[in-house]
């Protein structure tokens, strides 16, 4: 099937009445998620995931897509007004944005980001199609031996870019393995660490671990905030830009486009890496370095367009190889599973109305969120003073009652209580949730090929190097660790140093 053919199919699917509808619901969902801080697609998916259960899995796969881009451009908006990111990859966005919005520019500044948005978006899309086929095709010469090294170099690659503590990245991994490993044995039906329990026979709900660690977990650490937040901006006049903002935004959107679009496909926070990165290139390669975090339009206009590319570019790798590269595209990974779907380099074979469908959507996407977001702009302002005390009981409700009717087991809501917990308590003990969810829905696949590569090469380990994709996979594996650790190891030397050498 040629390009032209498989995106005639896309189209085709992605604009029947109902797909359509759902994106539309999608995105609206996302912008809104990422006005309001403190909720975020993570928690947002996790939680609407069970009410997907019924829906055509392209369908599904639409609209939790949607919620995932639509709260990359959704979060500037709150970063720009109030200074407070919807949004970990808006954070950047707040330095200038904000400093716009107080100097009376709130509207160019949330145009700018609207429109970097849309063109990163398009761009990253456009990369997609050009992309992710050839990197399926090349994936399906991969055995076990070279899906093992692929996965262990999604882990350890999770482990080198999460934040804070590698030690418990590392520890926030093994146990999301552990996790991954209650159940049947895969091969031989045995249970394990079940406890007698008969719920836990089939293993863990995703649903359950997905809602409780991101979405209940966060909502009690929001709750520890301040419960109402003040609206700086109250109006939002001339939403549009100048002719010189418009000549100064084209290549910081162009040079954000780029870095997202390949930043994107990294595991990891991709996105984040990517705006972080467009604001360090901008303010290097401008003639007024000292305007930026002063209201500079460049430093909204790149890094709006690199998150919004990278949150495109970031589903090449689940949609290719079945890995995903955060959090975010996990619970899609989930999702997929949930449909009966496994993602990998036979879904564009296999399901091609499913691929090409989803990937359009994407442009549809876009398209919507650009009409949608500059005339709503005064109904997000008001959404902002919405007390969260109201809002996160009606959360809290809506997921329990979903999560419930998926198997109609009181067991799923209990586990979530547990993991909500779980992940309270180590939010607290300063460990990052993510790569726990990342182990935990990886480490099946990890076992699977593990023991499959084994039983083919009749237990000889040696199989893992003697064949060249997986031996070069490990290398990049074993890099991304020494890359991790050597600055930490530097900097004890350093200290070592100061303290037999005192100056």
């Not at 948005?117 to 761009?123: A, K, R």
Request: aromatic letters at 10%; proline letters at 6%.
């Amino acid at each position: 099937m040629d390009l032209i053919s498989s995106l005639a199919l896309g189209f085709a699917t992605a604009l029947t009445p109902e797909n359509l509808f759902y994106c539309f619901v999608g995105v609206l969902l996302g912008t809104l998620v990422g006005v309001l801080p403190g909720i975020g697609p993570t928690a947002t998916i996790a939680m609407l995931l069970p009410v997907t259960f019924n829906f055509e899995p392209v369908t599904a796969l639409i609209m939790l897509a949607g919620i995932y881009y639509g709260a990359q451009y959704g979060g500037s908006t709150t970063a720009i007004l109030i200074n407070l990111p919807g949004e970990s990859s808006s954070a950047v966005t707040a330095i200038d944005g904000h400093e716009m919005a107080r100097g009376g520019r709130a509207g160019a500044a949330l145009a700018t980001a609207a429109l970097g948005s849309f063109f990163g978006g398009i761009v990253g899309t456009f990369v997609v199609v050009l992309f992710a086929p050839a990197l399926a095709s090349v994936a399906l010469g991969f055995g076990s031996a070279e899906f093992f090294s692929l996965v262990v170099l999604g882990l350890i690659a999770s482990i080198a870019l999460a934040r804070g503590s590698m030690l418990n990245a590392l520890a926030m991994i093994v146990l999301g393995l552990l996790f991954g490993t209650v159940g049947q044995d895969i091969y031989t039906g045995t249970p394990r660490f079940t406890f007698g329990a008969r719920e836990l026979f089939s293993g863990i709900n995703f649903v359950s671990v997905a809602v409780g660690i991101f979405g209940i977990a966060e909502i009690l650490r929001n709750l520890e905030g301040d419960a109402t937040r003040s609206v700086a901006i109250k109006t939002v006049k001339n939403l549009w830009l100048t002719r010189m903002d418009a000549r100064s935004i084209v290549a910081p959107v162009l040079r954000g486009t780029a870095l997202g679009a390949t930043l994107g496909v990294l595991p990891g926070a991709g996105h984040v890496l990517a705006s972080f990165g467009s604001y360090s290139v901008e303010k290097r390669v401008s003639k007024r370095p000292d305007t930026f975090g002063h209201g500079a339009i460049e430093g909204v206009a790149g890094p709006e367009s690199a998150n919004n590319a990278a949150a495109q570019t970031s589903f090449i790798p689940l949609l290719t190889l079945g890995l995903p590269a955060h959090p975010v595209m996990a619970l899609m990974l989930g999702a997929f599973i949930i449909h009966g779907i496994i993602p990998g380099p036979n879904v564009i074979k296999d399901e091609p109305a499913l691929f090409w469908g989803l990937i359009v959507s994407f442009w549809i996407g876009n398209v919507i969120l650009i009409m949608l977001n500059l005339p709503l702009i005064r109904i997000w302002v008001k959404l902002l003073t919405v007390p969260y005390n109201i809002l996160f009981p009606a959360i809290v409700a809506f997921a329990c009652i979903g999560t419930y009717s998926l198997n109609q087991n009181p067991f799923d809501v209990f586990a979530i209580a547990f993991f909500a917990l779980l992940g309270y308590i180590l939010v607290k003990l300063g460990c990052e949730p993510a790569p726990l969810l990342l182990g935990f829905v990886l480490g099946p696949l990890l076992e699977q090929h593990l023991r499959r590569a084994l039983i083919i090469s009749q237990g000889d380990p040696s199989v893992f190097v003697t064949r060249p994709i997986s031996l070069v996979l490990l290398i990049a594996a074993v890099g991304a660790l020494l890359i991790a650790v050597l600055p930490s190891i530097r900097k004890q030397r350093e200290v070592v140093f100061q303290e037999e050498d005192p100056v």
